[in-house]
């Protein structure tokens, strides 16, 4: 009898401390506002690979770490996902890290990321050849913005025939994804990164940015907007699907890592794309309803999430 194995994943960026702190009551700027914090391990690229390998996805990840108690607790986390640790750790390093302010309605008021040890060290670990190893290996290819332009140029240099995808990851840094556009087989972004990558202003409908982005080389994507329908494009293809309704909104941080992350895995079963963002949206909703941004479910709670998802509808 033959087994086949599971797609394998490289998924490089950010594994990192997440730091989330929620208020009790509406926010009122300048004084101290009560409310409670949590920490657990996150960042873009671990949450979605998170999400991919509870979808039935091999996962290799690698990351960069500091030689810290931090670094010590990422490494337990990639270890208790069952992920492949490509990971490099600098002992004289502190270990990045997230740190995020929701009001009392979960919704983000500002993030702080202290992540310069990605900056200066991510694009060596692409000449590693055990990285190289990685990507030739790979079903497929995740990166995140927490990475530098030449870092990532550097990944989609080395990926052989597998699709590279990517994370926005903020509209801060998402601009370090376009000199890579053309390699890039589909990019997960929001709302106010598409419209910062696409030159539109905050007023424009997001609508607007799939035929900017194709110009400046992207040839598919997907644009959240909070509850807002999803935007799906590839070539001149554009597709809407509605999220269903959330009535109690946890905790959004980390809902887009695990769109991203289970529509990669249901790509990865070759689904097609509008097909493979509605498991992604599901797994989205499943995420705003939990503490976590990576949260615990089996197939029943994936499949009924699922089936509150409508069917994709075709724009153009």
């Known amino acids: 009898m033959i087994v086949s194995s599971p797609p394998r994943l490289l998924a490089v960026g950010g594994a990192h401390m997440d730091r989330r702190g929620r208020l009790d009551a509406p926010h009122i700027p300048a004084t101290s506002n009560p409310g409670r914090m949590r920490e657990e391990v996150g ?23 500091g030689g810290d108690a931090s670094g010590e607790a990422v490494a ?16 004289d390093r502190a270990t990045p890290s ?15 990321a202290d992540t310069e040890l990605y ?16 990507a030739a290996a790979a079903t497929a290819i995740l990166c995140d913005a927490n990475m530098p332009a030449d870092a990532v140029g550097q990944l989609a240099a080395i ?5 590279l995808y990517a994370v926005a990851v903020s509209p801060a840094k998402a601009a370090r994804l376009v000199q890579s556009f053309a390699a890039i087989d589909a990019l997960f972004m929001n709302a106010r990164e598409a ?10 409908s997001v609508l607007q940015a799939p035929r900017a982005l194709r110009a400046h080389g992207l040839a598919a994507g997907v644009i959240t907007e909070g509850g807002r329908p999803v935007t799906v494009f590839s070539g001149d ?25 289970a529509s990669i895995a249901a790509l990865m079963r070759g689904l097609p794309l509008q097909e493979a963002v509605r498991e992604g949206v599901a797994a989205s909703g499943l995420a ?29």
């Open 98 to 112: 997230y740190t995020a302010v929701l009001d009392d309605d979960g919704e983000l008021i500002t993030g702080v």
């Open 237 to 261: 293809d554009l597709w809407l699907i509605e999220p269903p309704r959330i009535d109690t909104v946890v905790d959004v941080t980390g809902a887009g890592d695990a769109l991203a992350g």
């Open 159 to 163: 990926r052989g025939g597998a699709p």
């Open 43 to 65: 960042g873009g690229i671990f949450n979605a690979a998170r999400m991919a390998g509870r979808r039935g996805i091999f996962v290799s990840l690698l990351s960069l770490r």
């Open 119 to 134: 900056d200066v060290a991510f694009a060596k670990q692409m000449r590693r050849s055990r990285t190289r190893d990685a």
């Open 288 to 316: 705003v309803i939990s503490a976590s941004a990576a949260p615990e479910f089996d197939d029943t709670a994936f499949n009924a999430a699922l089936a509150r998802v409508p069917a994709a509808r075709f724009m153009s």
């Open 76 to 91: 337990r986390a990639i270890e208790a996902a069952g992920f492949e640790d490509l990971s490099a750790t600098f002992l």
């Open 195 to 204: 419209r910062g990558l696409a030159g539109l202003g905050a007023d424009v």
